[in-house]
């Protein structure tokens, strides 16, 4: 599974229950052509100290930011089935204090200095990290490793975390996905404890005392059994001695090798079916797959990409283009430590399930008949080389790669063999594993479907679907980023801004196309036309198809999408520097001349549709969605951003070509381009590209802002579940105003593992595990509130949680030191996110078309660090407002 291209922080089906990372994904960081192919271990040194402790250094001085992780080389899959669960339990209860740092402690040290401290725990490993400013690079050491060595456990606190740790459990059984790829991991593992979920079940969990987790830790958190990476902006040979010296005393505890059970090779197919209250069809296919270090795993890889990659891969082209089968198709080879899974999964309508398997079979059968193209391969292989570069971009992407190799395959160098063993993989190869492990008989299927929706999973007939396929006899005969770096802006004379950062670094660009629009600027056309034009952009030119479009970009390896939020629209293009001006010639050709063709227009609304239908299946959307028109119930802001049922099916193709055309103005564009590029070459060629926009007279529109709220607002959404979610909120302030600094510190402030609401209702009640501030500043008016999910008999005393710490800060507003933490930990977060030219390119781009300039960052930088506890307190008491906010909730029936 490539994580860089399924981005990680948002996982898909069963990334979400194993939280790990697919080899070839950490391997494409490692190919690519001269001077890259080495380019991730160059310069990177490895250490064996004295107790067995592995510590791996990279100096990288490109951004002025460091990254720290430590890998435990112990999992869920370590657990005995009493232990189910632990693994997690221990990996939230790291952090909950030392000898010499108290509950909260840890993550508000780190966030005071301009960082964020995380973990995670998968099948095979667990690990923590931190990633800081390099000026607190000894800080975010220390922290860490007194965490990992020095954890209490303490009595009280393992209670208040194991409810915590419960609600997580609870939020997973409201996600559909999550139901279903649980069930999955259970049907298709019968033995191995890859069978169980990486959290573990209700019945473990409140099992667990601090006894257990001591013996599990004496067992596995040994300093043999762990291995430290950092890359960053530091010097490594000082790194090297403050490890030394931070972890001589490490305990050596008694430790112990892995002894997992084999998994028995399957030998029929199995199948499960769901029947829950969901709108839509969600299916999974998994065949087992040996482990990561097979021989096998090269042309696997390529197979995944070939079939899932996509929008020219062949399932997609063959089920969503062609035959409008489903609404979402991919595969992912999972490769882990023992044999893993490969998968195909999508999402669908109940009518379509028979026809979609027909197709996804065949497919499947055209593999293992006929060799896969040169031309198909080639692009896979540039897929991969392209992730490499676009993962170089951040320190955690590159110490990610090293600790994995390091701890999956116990030499971080193994890469280099990897790399050798992806360029070798022929037809041959594809065909050969295809026949091997994509049989019926190795695989396992899983429906979740509507109740009522009649869905019947008939096991002769899917194998029947095989027939054609190749068996084990012919596959036999087969032989089978600084942040004060100088841009600029140059203003065409038809009005269109152009933003230019230079950085050359990697060979990538990445382009942002950004117009004012969005659903503020909808009416009076139907909700949801923004997102739907944003998704047409790209569906076909007066000169391209779509499906021309797709493999040209597939061909380069690059990215071209479109974008729609509340007040603008666009374009997002990423490429290799190399395919830099034919992929601008497509990126203008995609803006200046949209077909919006009837055909793809039916099959985008068909997709928008069942987006809207997968809302109903997911608490947080709706919750949103009922809470922004229930607070703005005069801004557009209150529509949703996906429109409606009823608004999507009424809009036209004149709506479309309407709507676009008074947006698509040359005024109301801005084209940022970050990364390595040449401002003299780029200029003329740009003019020479968009000069022919024509400009226009018109002004823009006026939206009058939200009255102010005069009473509480409340509205409950039934849903049924096993949490109940909430927002309490307020209208806030808009991105122009003089109180978006010390808001976006009290948001800061409250926020993270180290704010209040954090430490106040998560770790010491135990309330929820998911609690936060957000603010989303808009362009007349604003939203600030507060987001918590909890068990529904805890909901009272959440709300009153809520409501008591926002009337602390409206009475007693922050301390100088949260004030002082909230601006190290924001001003930190923001050199972290701003590493990636993507990243920059959409901060330019938006900051001018809003209104603020695009170099707005330096003056943002300034009013934060100019920030006061007086401003804190007028705007806590500005917005904060007693018995004038919305309380919505969405969840079972309230009691």
Known sequence: MNMFRKNFLMPKIRTIIFLFF???????????????????????????????????????????????????????ANETDKEAGITHLIEHMIFKGTPTRKTGEIARTIEASGGRINAYTSLDRTVYYVEIASSHFDTGLNVLLDAVQHSLFDMEELEREKEVVLEEYRRALDNPNRRLSKAMMSLSYKKHPYRRPVIGYEETIRSFDREAILKYIDKWYTPNNMVLVAVGDFDADRALNTVRSLI??????????????????????????????????????????????????????????????????????????????????????????????????????????????????????????????????KKAKNIV??????????????????????????????????????KQVTAHDIRKVACIYLKPENLSIGVLAP????????????????????????????????????????????????????????????????????????????????????????????????????STIDSWAGSLSGFSGKNSFGISARFLSKDLYPGLELLADVLLNPAFPESEMEKVRKDILAAIREKKDRPTPQLFDLFYKTLFQHHPYGHPQTGTAKTIRSITRTDLVQWYESRAIPSNLVLAVAGDVNKEQL??????????????????????????????????LYRPGAQTHLVIGYIGADLLS????????????????????????????????????????????????????????????????????LEKIRKDGLSKTELEAAKKYLLGKLKIRLQTNGNQSMHMALNELYGLGYDDLRRYIKDIKAVTLEDIDRVARKIIVPDKYVFVTAGPALK
């Open 22 to 76: 697919g080899f070839r994904v950490i391997c494409a960081m490692c190919f690519a052509t001269g001077l890259y192919a080495a380019s991730l271990t160059d310069g990177t040194s490895r250490f064996k100290l004295d107790n067995g402790f592995t510590v791996i250094l990279k100096e990288n001085h490109t951004s002025p930011v460091a990254s720290i992780q430590v890998w435990v080389k112990a999992g869920s």
């Open 248 to 377: 001589k005393d490490f305990p050596k505890g008694t430790g112990r090798k892995p002894s997992r059970p084999e998994e028995p090779e399957q030998t029929s197919l199995r199948k499960t079916i769901l029947n829950e209250e969901v709108q839509q069809v969600y299916l999974d296919m998994s065949w087992h797959i040996p482990a990561l270090t097979h021989d096998h795993m090269p042309a696997l890889d390529i197979l995944e990409i070939i079939l899932g990659h996509g929008e020219s891969c062949r399932l997609y082209r063959r089920l969503k283009m062609q035959e409008s089968l489903v609404h979402h198709i991919d595969a992912g080879a999972y490769a882990l430590a023992d044999p893993g899974l490969f998968s195909i999964d999508a999402t669908l309508r109940p009518e379509n399930l028979n026809d979609a398997l027909g197709s996804i079979v065949q497919e499947i059968v055209e593999i293992t008949h006929k060799p896969v193209s040169e031309a198909d391969i």
């Open 385 to 422: 080389e392209a992730h490499f570069v676009f993962a170089m971009e951040s320190m955690s992407g590159q110490a990610r790669a090293l600790a994995f190799f390091e701890t999956m395959t116990g030499d971080m160098f193994n890469s280099d063999k990897y790399v050798e063993r992806i």
């Open 451 to 550: 109740k009522g929706a009649g869905v019947v999973l008939s096991g002769q007939q899917i194998t029947a679907l095989f027939s054609k396929m190749t068996g084990a006899s012919d596959a036999k005969r087969a032989g089978i980023p600084e942040l004060d770096q100088k841009c600029s802006m140059v203003t065409l004379k038809n009005g269109l801004r152009l933003i230019i950062k230079e950085n050359h670094n990697l060979p990538m660009v990445s382009i942002r196309a950004a117009f004012l629009g969005g659903v503020r600027l909808e009416d009076p056309y139907p909700w949801g036309i923004s997102a739907f034009v944003s998704e047409m952009l790209t569906r076909g030119t007066s000169k391209r198809t779509f499906f021309e479009i797709a």
């Open 683 to 716: 200029v003329p060629h740009v003019r020479m590209l968009f000069g022919k926009l024509r400009p226009t007279s018109k002004k823009p529109l006026e939206i009058p802002s939200e009255p102010p709220l005069t009473r509480i607002r409340e509205v409950h």
């Open 738 to 805: 003089k109180d978006n600094a010390p808001m976006d510190l009290l948001e800061t402030a409250l926020s993270g593992q180290g704010g209040r609401l954090f430490f106040k209702l998560r770790d010491k009640q135990s309330l929820a595990y998911s609690v936060t501030a957000f603010r989303r500043p808009g362009l007349e008016t604003g939203v600030f509130g507060v987001y918590l999910a909890c068990d529904p008999s805890k909901l009272s005393v959440a709300k009153e949680g809520v409501l008591r710490e």
